[in-house]
């Protein structure tokens, strides 16, 4: 199983919703499937609640929230640890403004996959999108080390020095950027998870 990352951005009333109703974010963070899950896996056992979760989540975010309130999911697939690395160059959260593209935020609701889904608020997304606007190429390449990559266990720890894994890289951060801009133009939050 692999670690995908997402995000989606929130009007500000959602990102206020979420806050005052954790829960909601099962209705953000779901699968696709999830909406008419096969009765295959409905046997598993729990996974009736699980769903019924779900829907119930998706039904009281819908009381709250348009379609202009949220934004579509964004993935960036398994590049999320590598986007953190080139932008931080950490493996692990480090507080700064390009640090919080991925693992910043606050932890809200259940496990989304991966420990909980993570809520940035509109101004921080503001500081991140105009961050990220001055992340160049050069700045990444810069940055992309596979041999640090590889010792630090960044995910998903296949970094070589052709050019491949560092386009893999690159275009990630470029959907990234696109996506807090965005957001940031909208004035919308964002909730980005590990599934």
Do not use: C
């Amino acid at each position: 199983m692999s670690m995908n990352g997402s995000l989606r951005s929130l009007s500000p009333a959602v990102v206020e919703a979420l806050r005052l109703d954790a829960g909601l974010v099962a209705a953000l963070t779901a699968p696709s499937f999830a909406v008419a899950p096969s009765p295959g896996i409905l046997a598993i056992p729990g996974m009736k609640e699980h769903f019924a979760a779900i829907s119930a989540a998706r039904d009281r975010l819908a009381k709250v929230a348009s379609a202009l309130d949220v934004g579509p999911v964004v993935e960036i697939d398994k590049a999320w640890h590598g986007v953190h690395f080139v932008l931080t160059g950490s493996a692990e959260p480090d507080g700064s403004v390009l640090g919080n593209v991925i693992l910043g935020g606050e932890e809200i609701g259940d496990d989304a996959g991966y420990g909980p889904a993570r809520l940035i608020d509109p101004s921080d997304v503001r500081l991140i999108s105009e961050a990220l606007a001055t992340f160049d190429d050069g700045a990444l390449a810069a940055r992309f080390d596979a041999d640090v990559m590889t010792d630090l266990g960044i995910y998903p720890d296949v970094w070589d020095e052709d050019g491949e894994t560092i386009e893999f890289i690159a275009d990630a951060v470029d959907v990234v950027r696109r996506a807090y801009t965005d957001a940031a133009t909208k004035g919308h939050g964002m909730l980005v998870w590990l599934s």
